[in-house]
């Protein structure tokens, strides 16, 4: 690897705020623990994966950057080696990208110790990520930055979590549910294009669900029109705000 991170690897660490231990869940070849301690986001890393091929590239990645000493691979399901045997001093910040929000959820379920010892969460879920917003929201992490980005044709999303006391403001004063805003996005809701072109987008996957007369997507073509809408101000169709 030339350790150069990708666009989403880096929009993922620019989310990232300064932090003692970083430890990446899934970090496969190492590189965002690397570039977060070469860039002075962390004063150190782990870089943990569940099997032992992808973390012999980190190891490669780790040696390569001459950071053997402030980067650590781990073999790991997730967080339990941590939870397990413990870490001090423990970490304060955890990533997990390219897993899906439901798997996620999973990792953070099964370490409480580990979990409750961070002062930050950033994730970027491939699927489900209205399943992670939902779990932040009632373990009072609250949302602090959403930022979408489009890279080889696909979009993703980045999340960022603080911990929070009481419900969390991201979701206060909008015209849609908390239900709706954690499968939209509540900041994801503010003029962008990208942010329009990914609801549009939305309304077309489901839209084509609902002109095949695939049962069951009424309400969320309903849901993702009223977003665009919301974002754009155009007309989608004249039954946008049915719902």
């Known amino acids: 690897m030339n350790g150069v991170i990708s666009l989403r690897l880096g929009t993922i660490l620019r989310c990232l705020e300064s932090c003692e231990c970083l430890i990446d869940v899934g970090t496969d070849h190492g590189l965002l623990p690397v570039a977060a301690v070469k860039t002075g986001v962390a004063q150190r890393a782990i870089a943990a ?10 190891r490669r ?19 339990a080696a941590l939870e397990e045997a413990g870490v001090r001093p423990p970490v304060d910040a955890l990533a997990i990208a390219g897993m899906s929000g439901d798997t996620m959820v999973r990792i953070c379920d099964r370490a409480p110790n580990v979990v409750g010892a961070l002062a930050q969460i950033v994730v970027q879920p491939n699927s489900g990520i209205d399943v992670f917003r939902r779990w932040a929201f ?23 979590f603080v911990p929070g006391h009481g419900d969390d403001p991201a979701y206060a004063n909008a015209p849609f549910s908390r239900e709706e805003l ?19 987008t939305q309304v ?11 049962p069951g997507f009424t309400d969320e073509y309903a849901l993702w029109k009223r977003a665009l ?15």
């Open 49 to 58: 994966d569940l099997r032992s091929q992808p973390l012999e590239g980190a």
């Open 61 to 79: 990645t780790i040696a390569a950057a001459g950071l053997g000493d402030r980067v650590k691979p781990l073999l790991s399901d997730g967080l």
């Open 229 to 243: 809408y919301f974002t754009t101000n155009a007309v989608v169709e004249p039954y946008f705000c049915e719902k």
């Open 138 to 160: 009632s373990n009072s992490w609250h949302l602090q930055k959403e930022v979408m980005l489009m890279e080889n044709g696909r979009y993703f999303q980045v999340l960022a």
């Open 204 to 214: 077309a996957r489901v839209g084509a669900l609902v002109e095949q007369g695939v």
């Open 182 to 200: 954690f499968q939209l996005g509540p900041t994801l809701l503010r003029p962008a294009a990208i942010h329009a072109a990914w609801f549009a």
